[in-house]
């Protein structure tokens, strides 16, 4: 009986593995869809556009960055200077399923037809969607999805006006718009139908003509979709179930929120400090709130990011890399990683154990987080170099490194840089995409079985002091 046991537990699929896989799934069907957009209407927008396999790798790096909520376009033309509705459709969609996630969509469906799904089932579930309670995961899963559709909803409704100023001769296209920005909002991907200037009001584009109410209010609304989606859909579920007073919130609510304050408003008044008083072209105290908020894996620009200052793109690289906070749909390393390092840095000084709001984390916390950090600079590094080499210094250094930690914060910001690049280095820039989304533990955790197991040994080792520093 045990051997069939353990024969059933190997065969057991492993629930990062399917994860991995099931974005590769999205990837290839949307860049096949994006491509087959543009042999049918690719001529139609954009005369210019060559169909080729070098192109089919463009709609494949879309696919990646609209599955990977990035916001990366190597499109000159944006979003609907390139694709169709049809087109437009399916990276909505994409956006939608990668920012949920495939398996937490997947799992939504099978619940609603689904009898009584088994503990295992329950258990595989839970991590597959990285649920704390494998018991409540189901109920945890329709949370997911009834908050993106009221938040997403919200969203819709308060885009129409702004739309509808934008697009006065096509209500019907200024609807489509509204849905569109809604979901790319909330789930933090940066694209838009604004053209290639994003929310930069360049000449020509749509909203260098339109009201300056128009472009306010967009990024107003824009803003609070981000907020919300980066925040995590535990924090939500908490905060707006009004059972508990804010002294009574979970200690991961209060370190999502409080760190959420603290970096959107230390973003903001850096980048005043920075780029306020420039003589040309200076940053607006409403453009330093949006960029400390888009930073935070959005990818929406509202101030031209190649004329940034050395300052401001050491603070953007920083807030791209911490990125928002865990189930939710942002990415980066998460505020709760930074969080634990920086306390156990205090906590070490101080010669305390790592405590805060009356409560301890282990050790083993600590390190899952100081290994997360070290194994994402590690691929920073390794994805800079690529690109310098591939590129043969064509461009500089702090503008790769710019792209480098936009792409794997999944973020979506460019210094102007993503068209320029050659395949080579749109392919790496595709697989830190893939791996800022998915994040590194779970790609580690498909090959490391015993990532989170610890070892029984029968004996101590003698312990080691060795010199540090």
Not at 18 to 34: R, Y
Not at 425 to 439: A, D, N, Q, T
């Amino acid at each position: 009986m045990k051997k069939d046991q353990i024969r059933s537990h190997k065969k057991q699929a492993n629930p990062f593995l399917l994860v991995l896989l099931s974005f590769v799934i999205l990837i290839l069907i949307g860049s096949g869809l994006l491509y087959l957009d543009l042999v049918l209407n690719g001529k139609n927008i954009n005369p210019s556009i060559n169909l080729s396999f070098e192109t089919y790798l463009d709609c494949f790096f879309v696919a990646v960055s609209a599955s990977c909520v990035t916001g990366l376009n190597p499109f000159a033309g944006g979003v609907i200077g390139t694709f169709s509705i049809f087109g437009q459709i399916v990276m909505a969609v994409l956006i939608q399923i990668g920012g949920l996630g495939f398996i937490t969509v997947l799992a939504f469906i099978i619940t609603l037809f689904a009898g009584k799904i088994s503990f295992k089932d329950r258990y595989w579930l839970s991590q597959a969607v990285g649920s704390t309670s494998f018991i409540h995961v189901i109920k945890f899963v329709r949370q997911i999805i009834l908050i993106s559709f009221v938040v997403e909803t919200i969203g819709f409704a308060l885009f129409i006006p702004a739309m509808i100023n934008l697009f006065p001769n096509n209500i019907g296209y200024a609807l489509w718009a509204s849905l569109f920005h809604s979901i790319s909002s909330f789930n933090n991907a940066g694209f838009d139908l604004l053209g290639s200037s994003s929310f930069i009001p360049v000449a020509g584009s749509l909203l260098a003509s339109a009201p300056t109410w128009t472009s306010v209010y967009l990024k107003i609304v824009t803003m609070v979709l981000v907020i919300a989606g980066g925040i995590s859909f535990l924090t939500i579920i908490e905060v707006f179930s009004f059972k508990k007073r804010p002294s009574q919130y979970r200690p991961f609510t209060k370190i999502v929120l409080l760190y959420t304050f603290v970096l959107l408003a230390g973003g903001s008044l850096l980048f005043m400090i920075f780029d306020s008083f420039k003589a040309v072209n200076p940053m607006t105290p409403l453009d330093a709130f949006f960029q400390s908020v888009t930073c935070r894996t959005a990818g929406f620009a509202s101030y031209d990011q190649s004329q940034l200052s050395i300052g401001s793109q050491i603070v953007s690289c920083f807030l791209m890399f911490i990125g928002g906070a865990p189930l939710g749909t942002a990415g980066g390393i998460k505020i709760t990683t930074f969080f634990i390092v920086v306390l156990s840095m205090f906590s070490y000084l101080r010669g305390k154990e790592v405590s805060a709001f009356n409560r301890k984390f282990s050790q083993k916390q600590v390190i899952r987080a100081m290994s997360l950090i070290f194994f994402s600079i590690f691929v920073l590094i390794a994805s800079f170099a690529a690109i310098e080499i591939i590129e043969g210094g064509k461009f500089s250094a702090e503008n790769i490194i710019f792209e480098v930690f936009s792409a794997f914060g999944t973020v979506g910001l460019t210094a102007n840089l993503t068209t320029q690049l050659s395949v080579g280095s749109k392919m790496v820039l595709c697989l830190l995409m893939y791996i800022g989304r998915l994040g590194p533990m779970t790609m580690i955790s498909v090959f490391s079985k015993n990532i989170n197991v610890e070892s029984k040994l029968h004996y101590e080792l003698v312990e080691e002091d060795l010199l540090i520093g």
